[in-house]
Each structure stands twice: as structure tokens, then as C-alpha cells.
């Protein structure tokens, strides 16, 4: 049995751990708050501190790319560390995420580094608004980030930003990013192994409610976009030699894409993976890093999932439509946390925004706020 | 979080816990070697014993039908046990199971209780030759069974059974039984909920190996003989008052099935559900008995489950097919034990066929023996 040390004991570790038992491996997670590792499915169970836990491993990974850099670094050390601390790095920085789109010409928003007023006179001078302002180092699901659509809100903007860079502990850094007027968001799910087989997921299309994914929806996809989509994967993956899953989101701005932020790890759209692909991305994870044969990444068929967002229950009824899984995390109930997510299929589109109807119509809108709105436009369009 | 607690720690309380982990359900399990409630993941980690197990669990289900009775009688008195002892019990004597088939009126083979020398006599007067001798409490996969093809061998057959009947520890019987010349062996997997709710999968082709189930396929079905395998799994849990999921195992003879044996849980000839069909059985087994709705039981494409008896390993090359996937046990190595099992999907029958027989390359004949002769005939079938 291969032992897997995951850094991070979030949702992410728990449903690896769900997928690789079947496969005899053994999943601990260290959580970065208690220092521990600890079993993700039952956390109850401690396994020592972060050196026991690389000792007892054979391969370590990460769930998240906010990983502390000595305990990237520790990982690291032992050899046993994948992706590398650089790939992972590259998702928890800005800059270095900019750096890495430039050297494999990998297109995106035309930006611009801020470091002090000046830079940030610069940027505004360079790029035209409306200008989206993101830190470097922190700042997910819509944190850390500035808007700057008039020149009269220039200065206020400033202040705030300026606040932000004197208060941060790290040595930060804000990317100052052109607004693109983008069609819609798409992401790609992909998986990498050593010897450097690639396999692709369908382009995910994500909606986003408050800077937060609510939904995302696979289906069958368009050709060019998906070509474009795998060859920036391939591109991305070659230059850091990665191992393991990478999601890539994008802007589609007509027929091209444009790179938006990369994550070096399983990713919230592609849970719908569990449901409506050969083999889910969790697995997929598990197979690259423990140098496994990756499982094929097929639709089987069209899928959404739909983020349980602040909420730690839902009406039973639910699960009396066909083809929906509940995908719980057993976290404590928090405004605005990820407490579990929804997976719903369908033997063909139509029916699958039949069904998502119908769960916009027992899932609260205060809960799911634009649930009901998106599927109406969904169906709509079948 | 509602509790689950599983009399047994096998294979099928692991695979509950795996699927009852996003449902929120924690699912523990009865050893009823150490006597130990443990996780079935992860067994090391105890929670005392069965009497504490009762108090924690909200709900008490089954894994196997040989629970002790004073095991049942002690869950059945906390009024969280379901299906219920009677129903368990039903599974696990074939003297009641007979009486049960009778009282519904569905088809099985001709048979006749033997408990002494003149039972004997009478059963092989009564019945044609062949005829197979089942003992009532015992015996599965082929233990506990005699085969009478010819007068000559009767003696040596009594001879053989009558020690056995002496050396039980329990009031044993033995079911003689008229062997059928069926055409094949299939299986119904189905479940009902406490409301009367009634959802059943496809009925499964099943193949055996020296007595023990080799593999078993899910594929579009003939529909008279889906409507009959119903109606049997209506009248027989309807007659139990049954909640949870019951496989059915019968002989197709013709356009006729007889039914052969019951089991009163999830069953190895459903594994396949957890790739191929919209709601696997376990996830199903959970729903019926924590009283939520029952999932969709539909087909999502031709799937087939291959055991894997007495071997703790596998070539790497299996992961390279498409669509499947690798479900081991965790369990010591034993000649004849069940260690795990690979599930297969094809997009049709065709190439599920297909996979079949390249998985066969890849599966060494000795712990295989019949699976590249069942994977060609199946080939040459579609």
C-alpha cells in the first residue's frame, strides 16, 4: 500500500482520500493550522507532526498552493514532493504565475507589476480601464482585490491598495490586470504524469456568485477552444516539468482564450469530474503522483456542480432527482465557506438543465442566490 | 451527521463508508471477530464495543447474513436495525428462505428438506437426478454442497453429509434441490425504502468459477425477464417488510426464472453500480435505511465487475484501459478470498467486450482461469 501525505486537510484531501482507498492507497492529510497529520476523512485521527509524516510517506502532495515555503521546502528535501514546490509557488504568486504565462506565451490579460505609487500611476497610464488590481501572494474567491473603473476612484483605490502592501507581512506585490470583456469562463482540467503522458478534461464552463464559484457545467465542447485549451496545458505543464492535476481558468473573449490564473492542484471545477467523467480528477491526482497509468478523461456524460456555499443542509428532496450526488464535507457551518457541493447529470443537455431547474426550485435563493437564473438561461439555450 | 453502524467489517462495510462519507453519514462497523466496533477504512481505529456501538448508531445495518443471533436480537431490541433479523435471518437459512419463496409464490427449483437417512431416501425418490445438496445454515461459495449425479454415489454422498449434520454446532439441515439445467445465472439488485419506495438495477449476468462468483455484466436488458425479476423483488421484500437493498440470484431457464438464492444486503454482483449505473448500491443500501430518497437505479452504460480471488496484486498496465477502475479490499492475502475487484465500462457492448478481452491479456489465466474464454464468447456475441 503507497502512502500519500497531502498538505492541506481540507475538502480536497478528504475526497483524495476517498479516491485513492479503492485504489489500496493510504491518504493522510497535514493540516496546516493544528501542525498534524491527520486522517482527512476522520481528522479525529493524529498521525504525529509534519516530520513523522514525510518520514512515513511516499509521496507527498499539496491540496492548496498557500503552503508555508519551509514546509514546502521540508517536503521538498525527502524527494518525495509532487508537484514541485516551484509549480505549487507559481500558484500561491501572481508574478510568478505572470512570469510563467510570458515564457510559454501563453496568452492573458495585458498587465502590469505595483509596487508603489509610481508603478501604480504607470500601470493606469498603461493599461485602460476599467483595471482589476489583485495581491500576489494572497487573495482567492474574489479576496485582495481592487477595482479601479473611473479616474476619479484612482486615488481612494491608491489608498486602499497602499494600506494593503504597508500591512502585509510578506513581501507583497499587486498585478495590475486590463479588464477583459470576456465572453464567459471556461477552466481546464488536466493531469500530467512523470514520464509525461497528458490527459485533458472537456472545458468546464464556471459561473461565479460574489467572486465565488457556484456553478460549473461540462458538457460536450467546442473543438478549437478545447485544442487552444490543451495546448496552453501542454505548454504550461512541459516548461515546470509538472506531476499531477493543474487547472487552468480562462476568459473566452470570442474564439480565444485567455489565461486568467492557473492552480496547481485538484480543482473546485472539476468536481463534476466524481460524476460525469471516466475517472475523477481526484483519482487522476493520485494515479500521477503515485506514477500510475492516468485513467481516460472522458464525458460520459453532460454534468453540473453546483457549489453548497454557507449552508450545512438541503432539502432531502433533492436527492429524489435522478442523477444527483450530495457531496457533503462535514466542515462547521460559516457564511461564505464551501460546505459541500452538488453533482447533477443528464443523458443529454436538455435533460440535464431539466434537472437543474428543478433543483434551483428546492434549493433556497438566498443560499443559492443565482441558481435559478442561471438555469433558466441554460435551458433556454438547449 | 446521522451514525451508521454495519454488523460486519468487510469489503461491503468499507464500501458503504466510501459512499456514505459525502452523504454525511459516519459508518462504522461491527467485527464479529475481535468483537470490536472499528472503521471499516481504517480498522485500526476502534470505538469499544457492540453495546456502545448500539447506543452511538442511529441507524444498524448488515454486511452479511451469518450474524449470531443474539448479535441481531440485541440491535433488533434498540429498534435502529434494518432490514430486520427476520429478514436478515432469511439470508442465512435456507430452510426459511424456501418457506419464504413458497408463501410468495415465486418460481425456484424443485427441493426437499433432508434431515436424516430417510429424508434422504425420499428426497432422491422425489426428486431427478442430479440433484444438489445445500446445507441450510451454512455455506457459500460452493462450501457446504454435494452434487448427486448418479444412484452409485448416493451412499458416499449420505455418508459425507451425515457426518456433517453430526459435527454442526447448530441445528443444521440440508436442502436438497433439483438441479436445474439453466441457460445462465442472473441477479437482481434492488432496494426498498420504509415508505414502500421500490427501485431495482438491471438485472446482472453472473458468471462462476469453481463456486464462486468470477464476473458479472450489466447491459441493456430483456424487458419480460426485467418485469419478472421485479415482480419477484416486490413480492418478497412487500412479504418482509424489507428496507435496505436485497440482491435476488436465479436461473434463467428459457424465458423463466427461478430463483435460486437471496441475500439480504448489497451484494458482489452489484459492485459494478459504482461505475456503471446513476446511483451505486451502497450509496443506495444508506439512503433506503437512513430513510432519504432512494437514487436513480438506471444503466449508464454496459459495465462489467471482474473478482479478484487470492491475488493482492495486479499488473499496472489494467489502469491503461479505458474506463477502469481498480477497487481492492485492504484485506490479507488467501488463496480463494475475495481481494478486490476491477470494474469496466464501454460507451457500448461492443467495446466493453472489447476491454474485456485486452483485460484478459493482462490478467494471468492462473488466478483468471475462466475470464479470456468468457471475454471471447462475450466478444463474439455482440
Known sequence: ??????????????????????????????????????????????????????????????????????????????????????????????????????????????????????????????????????????????????????????????????????????????????????????SLVGVRRKNGDIAVYPLTENHHTQGILSVSVAAPVNETLQKQAGEVFKALTEELNYVGVLAIEFFQVGETLLVNEIAPRVHNSGHWTQQGADTCQFENHLRAICDLPLGSTSLVRPTAMINIIGEDEVSNDVLAIPSVTIHWYNKGKRAGRKMGHINVSGESELILAQRLVQLATLLPASAFPDLAEFAQSYLANK
Open 1 to 186: 500500500m503507497k502512502k500519500v501525505l497531502v498538505l492541506g486537510a481540507g475538502q480536497l484531501a478528504r475526497m483524495m482520500e476517498l479516491a485513492g482507498t479503492p485504489l489500496n492507497l493510504d491518504v493522510k492529510a497535514f493540516d496546516v493550522r493544528s501542525l498534524k497529520v491527520v486522517q482527512p476523512i476522520s481528522p479525529e485521527h493524529e498521525y504525529g507532526n509534519l516530520a513523522q509524516g514525510i518520514a512515513n510517506a511516499d509521496v507527498i502532495t499539496a491540496e492548496f498552493e498557500h503552503v508555508a515555503h519551509d514546509t514546502l521546502s521540508e517536503c521538498e528535501a525527502s524527494s518525495k514532493l509532487y508537484p514541485s514546490s516551484n509549480a505549487i509557488k507559481i500558484g500561491g504568486d501572481r508574478r510568478l504565475e505572470k512570469s510563467l504565462l510570458e515564457s510559454c506565451q501563453a496568452a492573458n490579460a495585458k498587465h502590469y507589476f505595483v509596487n508603489n505609487k509610481a508603478d501604480f500611476d504607470q500601470a493606469i497610464s498603461a493599461l485602460s480601464l476599467p483595471i482589476i488590481f489583485k495581491s500576489a501572494l494572497e487573495g482567492y474567491d474574489g479576496k485582495g482585490q481592487w477595482r479601479l473603473k473611473t479616474p476619479e476612484d484612482a486615488e481612494a483605490v491608491w489608498l486602499d491598495m497602499a494600506k494593503f502592501l504597508a500591512d502585509a507581512k510578506d513581501t507583497q506585490s499587486i498585478v495590475a490586470e486590463q479588464m477583459v470583456p470576456f465572453d464567459r469562463e471556461v
